[in-house]
Protein backbone atom coordinates (compact mmCIF):
# COMPACT_ATOMS: atom_id res chain seq x y z
CA UNK A 1 0.00 0.00 0.00
CA UNK A 2 0.75 3.67 -0.46
CA UNK A 3 2.23 5.02 2.61
CA UNK A 4 1.94 8.43 4.00
CA UNK A 5 2.69 11.45 1.25
CA UNK A 6 3.99 14.96 2.38
CA UNK A 7 5.15 18.10 0.52
CA UNK A 8 7.23 20.36 0.12
CA UNK A 9 10.36 17.94 1.91
CA UNK A 10 12.07 21.56 2.56
CA UNK A 11 10.65 24.90 3.40
CA UNK A 12 13.28 27.82 4.37
CA UNK A 13 11.13 30.89 4.97
CA UNK A 14 12.17 34.11 6.81
CA UNK A 15 10.58 34.98 10.30
CA UNK A 16 7.08 36.61 9.99
CA UNK A 17 6.63 34.75 7.01
CA UNK A 18 3.50 31.85 6.33
CA UNK A 19 4.10 28.10 5.22
CA UNK A 20 1.93 25.81 4.61
CA UNK A 21 2.72 22.16 4.49
CA UNK A 22 0.18 19.35 2.71
CA UNK A 23 -0.49 15.71 3.93
CA UNK A 24 -2.23 12.53 2.31
CA UNK A 25 -2.70 9.75 4.68
CA UNK A 26 -3.00 6.27 3.97
CA UNK A 27 -6.20 5.60 1.87
CA UNK A 28 -8.80 4.48 4.72
CA UNK A 29 -7.01 5.42 8.03
CA UNK A 30 -9.52 7.67 9.24
CA UNK A 31 -7.21 9.43 12.22
CA UNK A 32 -4.78 11.56 10.63
CA UNK A 33 -2.10 13.41 13.06
CA UNK A 34 0.72 16.28 13.05
CA UNK A 35 3.36 16.02 14.79
CA UNK A 36 6.30 18.78 15.33
CA UNK A 37 9.96 16.99 16.09
CA UNK A 38 12.41 19.71 16.84
CA UNK A 39 16.06 18.40 16.53
CA UNK A 40 17.43 16.01 19.01
CA UNK A 41 13.77 15.48 20.31
CA UNK A 42 10.91 13.09 20.02
CA UNK A 43 7.82 13.86 18.42
CA UNK A 44 5.33 16.02 19.67
CA UNK A 45 1.67 15.92 19.08
CA UNK A 46 0.11 19.05 17.50
CA UNK A 47 -3.16 18.18 16.35
CA UNK A 48 -5.75 14.65 15.72
CA UNK A 49 -8.00 14.16 13.18
CA UNK A 50 -10.62 11.71 13.11
CA UNK A 51 -12.43 11.51 9.82
CA UNK A 52 -12.84 15.64 9.48
CA UNK A 53 -13.08 16.43 12.98
CA UNK A 54 -10.78 17.53 15.58
CA UNK A 55 -10.36 14.84 18.55
CA UNK A 56 -7.15 16.78 20.04
CA UNK A 57 -5.38 20.36 19.24
CA UNK A 58 -4.49 21.35 22.65
CA UNK A 59 -0.77 21.66 21.92
CA UNK A 60 -1.26 23.42 18.88
CA UNK A 61 -0.05 27.29 19.13
CA UNK A 62 -3.36 28.39 17.93
CA UNK A 63 -2.54 32.16 17.47
CA UNK A 64 0.06 31.10 14.81
CA UNK A 65 -1.10 27.66 13.56
CA UNK A 66 -3.58 26.13 11.70
CA UNK A 67 -4.55 22.80 10.43
CA UNK A 68 -7.56 21.30 8.61
CA UNK A 69 -8.90 18.23 7.15
CA UNK A 70 -11.42 18.36 4.25
CA UNK A 71 -13.46 15.42 3.35
CA UNK A 72 -11.76 13.34 5.72
CA UNK A 73 -8.95 12.62 3.49
CA UNK A 74 -6.05 15.06 2.57
CA UNK A 75 -4.84 17.77 5.96
CA UNK A 76 -2.84 20.96 5.15
CA UNK A 77 -0.93 22.70 8.55
CA UNK A 78 -0.69 26.13 8.09
CA UNK A 79 2.21 28.46 10.27
CA UNK A 80 1.75 32.66 9.85
CA UNK A 81 3.64 33.89 11.05
CA UNK A 82 6.41 31.61 11.68
CA UNK A 83 8.90 32.23 14.49
CA UNK A 84 12.95 30.93 14.84
CA UNK A 85 11.81 28.65 17.20
CA UNK A 86 9.25 26.88 14.48
CA UNK A 87 12.23 25.50 12.80
CA UNK A 88 11.72 21.65 13.45
CA UNK A 89 10.39 18.81 11.01
CA UNK A 90 6.72 18.29 10.98
CA UNK A 91 5.76 15.17 10.45
CA UNK A 92 2.37 13.61 9.44
CA UNK A 93 0.69 10.34 10.43
CA UNK A 94 -2.26 7.83 10.09
CA UNK A 95 -3.83 5.06 11.89
CA UNK A 96 -6.57 2.68 11.15
CA UNK A 97 -7.57 2.13 14.65
CA UNK A 98 -7.08 5.41 17.12
CA UNK A 99 -8.55 3.78 20.23
CA UNK A 100 -5.88 1.01 20.66
CA UNK A 101 -3.12 1.90 17.83
CA UNK A 102 -2.94 -2.21 17.53
CA UNK A 103 -1.59 -1.29 13.99
CA UNK A 104 0.80 1.31 14.52
CA UNK A 105 1.02 5.27 13.43
CA UNK A 106 2.69 4.92 9.70
CA UNK A 107 4.38 8.24 9.77
CA UNK A 108 5.24 10.04 6.37
CA UNK A 109 8.94 11.75 5.83
CA UNK A 110 7.67 14.99 7.00
CA UNK A 111 8.81 18.54 6.12
CA UNK A 112 11.97 20.01 7.45
CA UNK A 113 10.97 23.70 8.16
CA UNK A 114 13.85 26.52 8.67
CA UNK A 115 13.47 29.59 9.68
CA UNK A 116 15.52 32.70 9.73
CA UNK B 1 1.04 14.25 32.70
CA UNK B 2 2.68 11.29 30.94
CA UNK B 3 6.25 11.28 30.87
CA UNK B 4 8.83 8.98 28.88
CA UNK B 5 13.08 8.94 29.19
CA UNK B 6 15.24 6.77 26.93
CA UNK B 7 18.74 6.04 27.86
CA UNK B 8 21.46 6.58 26.92
CA UNK B 9 20.95 9.09 24.21
CA UNK B 10 23.54 7.81 22.02
CA UNK B 11 25.08 4.51 22.02
CA UNK B 12 28.21 3.36 19.72
CA UNK B 13 28.79 -0.43 19.11
CA UNK B 14 31.12 -2.25 17.22
CA UNK B 15 29.05 -4.65 14.77
CA UNK B 16 27.98 -7.81 16.73
CA UNK B 17 28.17 -6.58 20.31
CA UNK B 18 25.09 -7.53 22.19
CA UNK B 19 23.31 -3.91 23.99
CA UNK B 20 20.02 -3.08 25.53
CA UNK B 21 18.21 0.64 24.91
CA UNK B 22 15.94 1.38 27.86
CA UNK B 23 12.68 3.85 28.30
CA UNK B 24 11.62 4.50 31.67
CA UNK B 25 7.70 5.62 31.65
CA UNK B 26 5.34 7.15 34.52
CA UNK B 27 2.07 6.89 32.81
CA UNK B 28 -2.08 6.84 34.22
CA UNK B 29 -2.81 3.46 32.96
CA UNK B 30 -0.50 2.47 30.11
CA UNK B 31 -2.56 1.10 26.95
CA UNK B 32 0.72 0.80 25.11
CA UNK B 33 4.11 0.83 24.57
CA UNK B 34 5.40 1.58 21.00
CA UNK B 35 8.82 1.31 19.88
CA UNK B 36 9.96 2.90 16.49
CA UNK B 37 13.09 3.38 14.11
CA UNK B 38 13.87 6.48 12.61
CA UNK B 39 16.72 6.80 9.97
CA UNK B 40 18.13 10.18 9.32
CA UNK B 41 15.39 12.37 6.84
CA UNK B 42 12.72 10.20 7.32
CA UNK B 43 9.73 9.34 9.60
CA UNK B 44 9.43 6.78 12.25
CA UNK B 45 8.80 3.02 11.42
CA UNK B 46 6.97 0.76 13.69
CA UNK B 47 8.39 -1.50 15.14
CA UNK B 48 6.70 -3.61 18.09
CA UNK B 49 3.63 -2.68 20.45
CA UNK B 50 3.35 -4.37 24.11
CA UNK B 51 0.61 -3.78 26.18
CA UNK B 52 1.30 -5.62 29.30
CA UNK B 53 4.15 -6.41 31.58
CA UNK B 54 6.14 -9.31 30.92
CA UNK B 55 4.94 -9.24 26.81
CA UNK B 56 8.26 -9.82 24.44
CA UNK B 57 7.84 -9.53 21.07
CA UNK B 58 10.73 -10.30 18.81
CA UNK B 59 11.71 -9.23 14.94
CA UNK B 60 15.04 -10.00 13.32
CA UNK B 61 18.14 -9.22 16.12
CA UNK B 62 15.75 -6.94 18.29
CA UNK B 63 13.48 -7.89 21.25
CA UNK B 64 11.22 -5.85 22.86
CA UNK B 65 10.26 -6.33 26.54
CA UNK B 66 7.92 -4.82 28.51
CA UNK B 67 7.72 -4.76 32.79
CA UNK B 68 5.70 -2.12 34.90
CA UNK B 69 7.74 0.71 34.58
CA UNK B 70 10.18 0.28 31.45
CA UNK B 71 10.83 -1.08 28.66
CA UNK B 72 14.19 -2.58 26.45
CA UNK B 73 14.89 -2.77 23.19
CA UNK B 74 17.39 -5.50 23.21
CA UNK B 75 19.70 -5.91 20.08
CA UNK B 76 21.86 -9.08 19.61
CA UNK B 77 24.58 -9.24 17.46
CA UNK B 78 23.72 -5.94 15.34
CA UNK B 79 24.82 -5.09 11.84
CA UNK B 80 25.75 -1.55 10.56
CA UNK B 81 22.33 -1.26 8.93
CA UNK B 82 20.83 -1.67 12.16
CA UNK B 83 22.37 2.35 13.17
CA UNK B 84 19.32 4.33 13.65
CA UNK B 85 17.50 6.44 16.22
CA UNK B 86 15.05 4.11 18.02
CA UNK B 87 12.32 6.31 19.87
CA UNK B 88 9.93 5.01 22.13
CA UNK B 89 6.33 6.04 22.95
CA UNK B 90 3.45 5.64 25.13
CA UNK B 91 -0.16 5.48 24.64
CA UNK B 92 -1.98 5.61 28.31
CA UNK B 93 -5.54 6.03 29.30
CA UNK B 94 -4.68 9.77 30.68
CA UNK B 95 -3.82 11.32 27.58
CA UNK B 96 -6.14 8.32 25.25
CA UNK B 97 -5.69 9.99 22.03
CA UNK B 98 -2.04 10.68 21.40
CA UNK B 99 1.10 8.86 21.82
CA UNK B 100 3.98 10.63 24.21
CA UNK B 101 7.77 10.17 23.01
CA UNK B 102 10.78 9.66 24.48
CA UNK B 103 13.77 11.91 22.91
CA UNK B 104 15.09 8.42 21.58
CA UNK B 105 18.46 6.58 21.53
CA UNK B 106 20.83 7.36 18.61
CA UNK B 107 22.67 3.80 18.09
CA UNK B 108 25.64 3.61 15.54
CA UNK B 109 27.31 0.09 15.09
CA UNK B 110 30.44 0.34 13.25
CA UNK B 111 31.33 -2.08 10.79
Known amino acids: EAGVAQSPRYKIIEKRQSVAFWCNPISGHATLYWYQQILGQGPKLLIQFQNNGVVDDSQLPKDRFSAERLKGVDSTLKIQPAKLEDSAVYLC??????????????FGSGTRLTVV | EDQVTQSPEALRLQEGESSSLNCSYT??????LFWYRQDPGKGPEFLFT???AGEEKEKERLKATLTKKESFLHITAPKPEDSATYLCAVHSSGSARQLTFGSGTQLTVLP
Open chain 2, 27 to 32: VSGLRG
Open chain 2, 50 to 52: LYS
Open chain 1, 93 to 106: ASSLDWQQGRYGYT
